[in-house]
Nanobody, 119 residues
């Protein structure tokens, strides 16, 4: 089993920065890809960014490319999402996820942290 706990969310003004953290416990963290997703009430969960187990390769959605950066520290069993130049449309609950599946699907999820960006 894996437990994921997000932190770092909050209320900020447009243009500000936030850094989300996700701490993992349970299984061997360094073996697995990690990702961040977000969800607005009434909408489907949206992919934000992902990082391979080694940290060598990252992926991000077009909506956050150039503004958000995903990183990880396997020694600390943590993954991070640095969010710069925040926009009101970035407002959502942000979820950390871990993939143990062979097809790359994410099967473990955190409880989420709220990010609110005011205009």
């Amino acid at each position: 089993q894996v437990q994921l706990v997000e932190s770092g969310g909050g209320l900020v003004q447009a243009g500000a920065s936030l850094r989300l953290s996700c701490a993992a416990s349970g299984r061997t963290f360094s073996n697995y890809a990690m990702g961040w997703f977000r969800q607005v009430p009434g909408k489907e969960r949206e992919f934000v960014a992902a990082i391979t187990w080694s940290g060598d390769t990252t992926y991000s959605s077009d909506s956050v490319k150039g503004r958000f950066t995903i990183s990880r520290d396997n020694d600390k069993k943590s993954v991070y999402l640095q969010m710069n130049s925040l926009k009101p449309e970035d407002t959502a609950v942000y979820y950390c996820a871990l993939s143990t599946t062979s097809n790359g699907g994410f099967d473990y999820w955190g409880q989420g942290t709220q990010v609110t960006v005011s205009s």
